[in-house]
């Protein structure tokens, strides 16, 4: 087949498909209207009276009352693991997308550090080439991000003043 006749091909059959969706389409509204028509206040106290006595010829409520108490407990214990499930797999969710947010900062700060690192190499050299002289050393203050990112933070290594202690606390 030729490229031209699978296109033709294609739109005819897109064409036949929005033929399709507007029939269905005034179909379904055709029901609804003619659902919303039959429903007579009539036919609604019917429906009414009908479902209340098959409800209460099951007798539901009895047959529920009537369980044993372990069987409650084991309901209610059932229930409680499918919501810690649910709860359980929200977090695990929550986490992978922490986790994949961490590494994409992480991989824009190596991204940052090293093009910082490189443009200071690059400036460098090219002072030291202006100047002709030897470039000059990074500053002796100021780690490179690599070692910056192994160094600990002085702020924990001490123990927190009885204040933030309490408030640390108080905030769980």
């Known amino acids: 087949m030729r490229f031209e006749e699978l296109v033709q091909r294609v739109q005819d059959t897109e064409h036949a498909l929005e033929l399709q ?7 379904w509204r055709g029901l609804r209207t003619s659902w919303r028509e039959g429903w007579t206040p009539t036919r609604i106290m019917l429906a009414g009276v009908l479902s209340g006595f098959l409800v209460g010829r099951a007798q539901p409520v009895r047959k529920v009352v009537g369980l044993p108490a372990s069987r409650w407990v084991q309901i209610g214990t059932s229930l409680w693991s499918l ?10 969710k ?79």
């Open 21 to 27: 969706r507007s029939h269905t389409r005034e179909t």
């Open 83 to 92: 919501a810690a499930s649910f709860k359980a797999k929200d977090a695990a």
């Open 94 to 172: 929550t986490a992978e997308h922490a986790a994949d947010d961490a590494g994409v900062a992480a991989d824009i700060a190596t991204d940052t550090a090293t093009g910082t690192d490189a443009t200071a190499a690059g400036m460098a050299r090219a002072a030291g080439v202006a100047g002709h002289g030897p470039a000059p050393a990074a500053s002796p203050g100021r780690p490179s991000a690599p070692d910056a990112r192994r160094r600990a933070d002085p702020q924990w290594q001490t123990e927190p003043r009885p204040a933030e202690a309490a408030t640390e606390l108080s905030e769980r």
